[in-house]
């Protein structure tokens, strides 16, 4: 089965500072993984994802992550923080079966202090 | 294109009553999902469809709820009797349906069951 958990619920940065909101999952196949930002009172929408290919995906908003095989991660960073990232942040996996679901993290709520 | 539109985006109402929620997915899009968000439990999929027929309904969390897709443009998610416990943010999400698609969120309805 597959699961994601995301270390830290509450994750608070300067603005400028070095964004890290990590992400680990748990997959016996190939997995596909996203990160997908909801800011507040809104649906969520996707910032990156990785299905194949390079190991580094960029995203919107300067956002990028890197899957690490070896380490079964898929953090997401940003090099300098805007007071706009402020957000909930949710990680998730799926595979290339036929179950269309995809698996979620708890969530990282990021705050970014000016 | 328009997005996935939900409606309504609010709704109160009493214990004991039925409440119905709207979505229309993305034309073009063959996947529908339903979500629920709570502080309490995150983001839980209740159900997902593909090509309008029921895949998954494993998150429904009891009989009092129902969801059905009559065409590609349309689904309902129906709790009947609501009770306060209910009460939480349900997203749509609409998605092409192929593995590693990305899914599109609506704006949510937030339910509040007093």
């Known amino acids: 089965a597959q699961s994601v958990t995301q270390l830290g619920s509450h994750v608070s940065v300067s603005e400028g500072a070095l964004v890290l909101l990590r992400c680990n999952y748990s997959?016996?196949?190939?997995?596909?993984l996203f990160w997908y930002v909801q800011y507040p009172n809104q649906g969520l929408q996707l910032l990156l994802k990785?299905?194949?290919?390079a190991t580094l995906v960029k995203g919107i908003n300067g956002f990028e992550a890197e899957f690490k095989k070896s380490e079964t991660s898929f953090h997401l960073t940003k090099p300098s923080a805007h007071m706009s990232d402020a957000a909930e942040y949710f990680c998730?996996?799926?595979?290339?079966?036929?179950?269309?679901?995809?698996?979620w993290g708890l969530g990282t709520s990021l705050a970014v202090n000016p | 294109d328009a997005g996935v539109i939900q409606s309504p985006r609010h709704e109160v109402t009493e214990m004991g009553q039925e409440v119905t929620l709207r979505c229309k997915p993305i034309?073009?899009?063959?996947?529908l999902f339903w979500y629920r968000q709570t502080m309490m439990r995150g983001l839980e999929l209740l159900i997902y469809?593909?090509?309008?027929?029921?895949?998954?309904d494993s998150g429904m969390p009891e009989d009092r709820f129902s969801a059905k897709m009559p065409n590609a443009s349309f689904s309902t998610l129906k709790i009947q009797p609501s009770e306060p416990r209910d009460s939480a943010v349900y997203f749509c999400?609409?998605?092409?349906?192929?593995?590693?698609?990305?899914?599109?969120f609506g704006p949510g309805t937030r339910l509040t069951v007093l």
């Open positions: 999400a609409s998605s092409y349906g192929s593995p590693g698609d990305t899914q599109y």
């Open positions: 998730a996996v799926s595979n290339a079966g036929n179950n269309r679901k995809l698996i």
């Open positions: 034309s073009g899009h063959n996947s």
């Open positions: 997959s016996s196949v190939p997995p596909y």
């Open positions: 990785y299905t194949t290919g």
């Open positions: 469809f593909n090509n309008n027929v029921p895949i998954d």
